[in-house]
C-alpha cells in the first residue's frame, strides 16, 4: 500500500516515487521522543516523526500496540496526502500529531480489510 508508491505533486505536477527505507527510534538519532520513518521520495530523503505517546494511545484505545509494519503504512499514508494537498515537498522531516497518527492508522487498517491485508514490508539489501 503505502511502502513504494507513486503520487503527483500538487503545484509541479511531477510524479513522486516513494519508497519506504526505514523506521528509526528518534532518541537514539535527535534526541527526540518519536520514531522517525524514512522515505526516499525521487532518491531524496524524507522523513515523518510519529511521536511515541501515540503508541500509548493506541494501546489505551485499542489494546492493541502499532507494529513496525503498520508505523511504515501509517507515515506513507501520511506522505501520500501531505504531497498531494501541496504542502511543502521541500522540507526533509514532518511531524504528525498523536491525532494524525491514530487517523492515518484507522484509514490504512481499514484499506487493509478492504484489500484482505497489509501488504509485506520489503527487505532492503
Request: aromatic letters at 8%; hydrophobic letters at 45%; one cysteine or more.
Amino acid at each position: 500500500m503505502y511502502e513504494d508508491f507513486h503520487v503527483t505533486d500538487r503545484w509541479s505536477g511531477d510524479d513522486l516515487h516513494c519508497r519506504w527505507k526505514a523506521n528509526m527510534v528518534a532518541i537514539a538519532t535527535r534526541h527526540a521522543d518519536a520514531v522517525d520513518v524514512r522515505f526516499d521520495v525521487n532518491d531524496r530523503p524524507m522523513w515523518i516523526a510519529l511521536p511515541s505517546t501515540a503508541w500509548v494511545a493506541q494501546k489505551e484505545r485499542s489494546g492493541k500496540t502499532i507494529t513496525d509494519h503498520l508505523t511504515a503504512q501509517i507515515a506513507g499514508r501520511y506522505l501520500q496526502q501531505i504531497l498531494q494537498e501541496g504542502l511543502d515537498a521541500n522540507r526533509e522531516v514532518y511531524t504528525m500529531t498523536v491525532a494524525e497518527v491514530l487517523s492515518h492508522l484507522d484509514a490504512v487498517l481499514d484499506e487493509a480489510r478492504a484489500q484482505g491485508s497489509l501488504p509485506a514490508v520489503p527487505v532492503i539489501d
